[in-house]
């Protein structure tokens, strides 16, 4: 079982810089991937960006890259996503999650809902234009 805690979640003028971090607890040496996604209003949840705990590899949801980081601290057991050059439509709740599936090879892990087996309750990024 792991347990997940988003914050960091605000109100941010467009253009402006917010950094979210998720506390991560419990079996946390089977997780192999940590992401971030997020879910506007009348919108499905949507991909953002992911880690992976072994390497630190990297990978971004297109409309986000080169705008947002997404790092852990040295213990691994928080999770950031630094979201600079925010926009209106980066306005949404954004929840971190994490995964442990070793099937894949290399640096690939998949970016869809079902990879990702515990989730966090959530933190609300509203950008205002």
């Not at 950094?19 to 506007?40: E, K, N, P």
Request: hydrophobic share 30%; net charge positive; proline share 2%.
């Amino acid at each position: 079982q792991v347990h997940l805690e988003e914050s960091g979640g605000g109100l941010v003028d467009a253009g402006g810089s917010l950094r979210l971090s998720c506390a991560v607890s419990g079996h946390t040496l089977d997780i192999y991937a940590m992401a971030w996604f997020r879910q506007a209003p009348g919108k499905e949840r949507e991909f953002v960006a992911r880690i992976l705990r072994d390497n630190a590899n990297t990978h971004y949801a297109e409309s986000v890259k080169g705008r947002f980081t997404i790092s852990t601290d040295n213990t691994k057991d928080t999770l950031y996503l630094q979201m600079s050059s925010l926009k209106p439509r980066d306005t949404a709740l954004y929840y971190c999650a994490t995964g442990s599936d070793r099937r894949y090879v290399g640096n690939y892990y998949p970016t869809i809902r079902s990879a990702y087996t515990y989730w966090g309750q959530g933190t609300q990024v509203t950008v205002s234009s």
